[in-house]
């Protein structure tokens, strides 16, 4: 990047909007527009190459909280009925965000309708922005801030290449609804280092999506995440469940998981392969959740299943190497593959859990999880037996599709379909005695 011209925003009462467009848009050469302390109000903003976004120490970047204020920015990954983001960029190179201040959207206060008692969350708005959506990409920065409040996703990045992520910050309403903390979607060649992400759905998540006009994202390749805490409703480090490419060459390593749902997950539903994944020296903390939420307490959860059986099997996962997890579940480790080896060479190595009962007893079954039977395109929206859309989906007997009880009840490991499983030291404390529909076994392997 050429030298950059400097331009300093003074904090003020009215938004900035189009006085952050024009400077973008008037612009030829590199740019560095920096925020200075105080609040800055503004609407949706289309970013461009060249170009660093600096929110100083004591500068808040306040997104106005209206689906409407973001018409001119939309995205092509409609995601929860979502075609809207607060900053957006397409086919853009060298942007960078960064400094020590914060960016607050009041997420959980402007898109919320009132609470939904029997999940113990937030009811969420329909439409909602995304806070960044950068598609087609390549050479992003995000580094130092605080990303606070999220109506939704908060940063989405789509077919993008040589990405950093350091020392952010992202703290969402643990009871607002798909506020995932960072999406990789389809990107290559990712670093996420010393960053914290605290939500209510997933903390950091890679997908292989398909955009709207049929296109998709890519593959997900050489990602890593080093030395981060993650605090999630949801799965705290996932890949999946969109997964339309492969996945390959990605690593896990020194990650905190607090408070969690479930803690690992790979979810292989859309015809990308999974290979070559690493989760080492992860310490987790995962406890139930009401029978709505995806998963229930689990440590570790890897699952195969066709989703779309009209157009392609979903891709097989392999060579999975877990080592060195340590910490308390109150579900178990599971590994379901819909086909004898959907599932292959999976080493457990090292693994020291403390398995708990927990007190709301959903962590008895093991969760698959978007089916085909629950896919919610297949359904109309309003269907009154659908439960929430793209979340549960009721039977005929009532009961949520999907869960399914541990036979002989629930072990420590779980495998079904699972080829050439390894596990080395593996160490599950239990309760003694054990409690009611626990397994005596704790380790349950079928084929």
Not at 157 to 165: R, S, T, Y
Not at 307 to 335: H, Q, W, Y
Not at 393 to 403: A, Q, S, T
Request: aromatic content about 6%; hydrophobic content about 35%; overall charge negative.
């Amino acid at each position: 990047m050429s030298e950059s011209e400097v331009v300093r925003i003074s904090s003020q009462a009215d938004e900035i909007t189009y006085k952050l467009q024009a400077l973008f848009d008037s612009h030829a050469g590199a740019l560095h527009v920096i925020l200075e302390p105080g609040i800055h109000r503004c609407g949706g903003v289309r970013l461009r190459s060249d170009l660093t976004i600096e929110i100083a120490d004591g500068a808040e970047l306040h997104f106005i909280p209206d689906y409407d204020a973001y018409a001119q920015t939309t995205v092509a990954i409609v995601a929860e009925e979502s075609d809207r983001a607060m900053m957006t960029a397409v086919g853009a190179k060298n942007m960078a965000l960064v400094g020590g201040g914060r960016i607050f959207c009041a997420g959980s206060t402007k898109y919320t309708q009132g609470d939904d008692g029997d999940m113990g969350t937030l009811t969420a708005s329909r439409y909602r922005p995304r806070i960044l959506v950068l598609d087609d990409c390549r050479d992003i920065r995000i580094e130092g801030l605080r990303i606070h409040d999220s109506p939704m996703w908060t940063m989405h990045f789509a077919g993008c290449e040589n990405i950093e992520v350091k020392g952010v910050e992202v703290d969402n309403d643990r009871r607002m609804p798909n506020t995932d903390g960072i999406v990789i979607d389809g990107c290559r060649n990712v670093q996420i280092f010393d960053s914290t992400f605290r939500t209510a759905d997933d903390g950091i998540v890679l997908k292989t999506t398909r955009r709207e006009d049929g296109s998709l994202t890519g593959p997900c390749e050489n990602v890593t995440v080093r030395n981060c805490i993650v605090e999630s409703r949801s799965c705290a480090l996932k890949l999946g469940t969109e997964s339309f490419s492969p996945f390959r060459n990605i690593s896990f390593e020194d990650v905190r998981i607090e408070k969690s749902n479930r803690g690992l997950g790979i979810f292989s539903r859309d015809g990308g392969l999974v290979e070559g994944i690493r989760f080492v020296r992860i310490l987790v903390d995962c406890h139930e959740t009401p029978a709505g939420f995806w998963g229930s307490g689990e440590a570790i959860t890897i699952n195969v299943l066709d989703r779309r059986p009209e157009e392609f099997p979903a891709g097989t996962v392999s060579n999975i190497l877990i080592e060195d997890v340590s910490g308390s579940m109150e579900g178990a480790i599971n590994m379901v593959a819909e086909q004898q080896g959907g599932i292959s060479n999976v080493v457990l190595r090292r693994i020291s859990l403390k398995q708990h009962a927990g007190p709301l007893k959903t962590g008895l079954c093991y969760d698959i999880r978007p089916t085909i039977e629950d896919r919610f395109d297949r359904f109309p929206i309003g269907d009154k037996s659908a439960g929430r859309v793209n979340a549960w989906r009721f039977g005929p007997d009532g009961k949520i599709i999907g869960l399914i009880d541990y036979p002989n009840g629930i072990p420590g490991i779980f495998a079904k379909g699972v080829s050439d499983l390894v596990t080395e030291d593996i160490q599950i404390t239990r309760p003694n005695p054990l409690p009611e529909n626990w397994n005596s076994e704790i380790v349950v392997v079928e084929d």
